[in-house]
């Protein structure tokens, strides 16, 4: 009502909007899986690989830099890697003092680095074009037709339909202590750390609460409907002349990246 | 139209097995129920409502009137008898009440769980286990009787909350319900939004207990009407009477704007 999580959906009529979602799914695992398979340093291959994810979100009308403006939030994770600058032997190129301690950066600890970044990076642009190219419930389908356990995508569907409620409560506690976070002149506002503190712990258990308190009526609307702890779907997708010739595009893409990566590097 | 579709519906299906000599949808008799904590919140209801009667349920909060609706189809289940359609509510039947009873909570954000209208639509009765062109034609229709045909592809958070409480009733008219349950279905809708809400009720010819504030609406659907307070029935008759005995709304917190 208040807030609105954004959909990461682009609702576009697309070669790649229409493929069946569990080729898209299987697609982008097997380009992941791809990606994680290349051998430290093969650039060609990674600019290949980037190069395929162009032209799967110039099929999808997203534009090429799309999915490279929304992968900036991951490459902090990819940080966690910076250690192996310093953990692989190799040519010393440069020494780092920390305390009594004196690293020594290796010529190959920055290649394995900057691999780690690369990869990350791509499969990351990838799992972007796959959830902006499929409609979030065409997913769901996809993962429990791939076998995915039910539980597990029944979670992520409740997260996905309870997002935009649980914002909205959120939105709503914020409210009501903005409108009571009045100051008088003369006095000192803001009470103290603690004492605010407190607050905010409270408003976090209140939602909790509330959100527990929702899960229980959730459930009973589903029991009321007949559920007995199995969920049933309907299967909507049936596979086209069009979607296994994209799955084979896919696949002989990313045989011919392994294959440069491996012999050329 | 609407009455068309529904002739059709009971021409395939008498509403999950109900059998149509019995008069009464619903009976509940002498129920008493206790929360965990302790709390009392039914002590001895005793109601009935034929086939085809529309009854509006009302009483002030903490009267026991979601309480009560919450019994019907076995959610909480306490001491006295409850029978839907001839069936009595035993645990080896709890699925045949289940779809006998098409319950519809306040929040339609609770009734509205799945990511699309269509498979929200489509969850009772697949979980009826009826195969897949079965539960298409039982998801066009419902939706069809509502007026939201359009609907089925829409995400359920991105539609309004008036929207949202009339698909949550057609959830359960997927189902054929023999007797419609709602709770406090005009609660929090805007004036056009319950008068949508109001017309589609009027029109649905199906069996109906709805608990509600509003008297307004109560006189104008319903009438026959209960008031609970405390755990009890206080009063059961035609809603005209009932509204006129101003001793009798003021004494359980009621009054008619």
């Known amino acids: ?265 | 139209m609407l009455v068309e579709l529904l002739e059709n519906q009971t021409q395939v299906d008498r509403t999950n097995g109900a059998s149509p000599q019995a008069p009464l949808s619903l009976e509940v008799e002498d129920l008493h129920f206790t929360y965990p904590d302790g709390q009392v919140a039914l002590r001895g209801v005793t109601l009935s409502v034929e086939r085809g009667e529309k009854v509006a349920l009302v009483g002030p909060n903490g009267a026991g009137k979601s309480t009560l609706m919450l019994q019907l189809n076995g959610i909480l289940t306490g001491r006295g008898r409850v029978a839907v359609g001839g069936l009595a509510l035993t645990p080896d039947n709890l699925p045949l009440i289940r779809a006998r009873v098409g319950l519809v909570f306040q929040n339609p954000d609770d009734q509205l769980f799945s990511p699309t209208v269509f498979e929200d639509v489509a969850f009772g009765p697949l979980h009826m286990g009826y195969p897949e062109d079965e539960v298409r034609r039982r998801v066009a229709r419902a939706l069809e009787m509502i007026g939201m045909a359009s609907y089925a592809d829409r995400l359920s958070h991105h539609l309004s909350v008036g929207e949202k409480k009339r698909i949550a009733v057609a959830t359960v008219l997927a189902m054929d319900p023999e007797i419609l349950v709602l709770d406090e279905p005009s609660a929090g809708l805007d004036p056009r939004a319950r008068r949508a809400l109001i017309e589609l009720l009027r029109e649905l010819p199906l069996t109906m207990l709805v608990s509600t504030h509003d008297l307004l609406m109560v006189r104008e659907l319903f009438e026959r009407m209960v008031i609970m307070d405390e755990g009890r029935i206080v009063a059961d008759g035609p809603t005209e009477e009932l509204l006129r005995d101003e001793a009798l709304l003021a004494a359980h917190g009621l009054e008619l704007p």
Do not use: C
């Open chain 1, 1 to 265: 009502m208040y807030a609105r999580f954004v959909d990461p959906y682009r609702d576009i009529s697309s070669l790649v909007h229409r493929l069946d979602p569990r080729v898209k799914v299987v697609a982008t695992l097997l380009f992941i899986l791809s990606n994680a398979l290349l051998p430290d340093g093969a650039w060609l291959a990674f600019a290949l690989s980037w190069a395929l994810l162009i032209v799967a979100s110039l099929l999808a009308q997203l534009g090429p830099g799309y999915t490279l403006r929304r992968s900036f939030i991951a490459l902090p994770f990819a940080l966690a890697a910076v250690t192996v600058i310093f953990a692989l032997p190799g040519r010393p190129l440069f020494a780092v003092d920390i305390g009594p301690w004196r690293l020594f950066a290796s010529d190959a600890g920055l290649v394995r680095f900057a691999s780690i970044v690369l990869r990350s990076w791509l499969s990351v642009q990838a799992a972007i074009l796959l959830v902006a190219a499929t409609r979030f419930p065409d997913l769901m389908h996809a993962l429990r037709h791939l076998r995915v356990p039910q539980l597990l995508v029944a979670i992520i569907s409740f997260m996905y339909r309870y997002l935009d409620v649980l914002t909205d409560e959120v939105a709503r506690l914020l409210r009501a202590r903005e409108a009571r976070s009045a100051s008088v002149p003369g006095q000192p506002a803001g009470g103290t750390l603690l004492w605010r503190a407190r607050v905010a712990g409270n408003m976090a258990g209140q939602l909790f609460l509330r959100s527990y308190e929702r899960s229980d009526r959730v459930y009973s609307a589903m029991l009321a409907r007949g559920f007995t702890g199995t969920f049933r779907t309907l299967n909507q997708h049936v596979m086209r002349a069009r979607d296994w010739w994209a799955l084979a595009a896919m696949a002989g893409a990313l045989a011919l990246i392994q294959v440069v990566g491996r012999l050329i590097g």
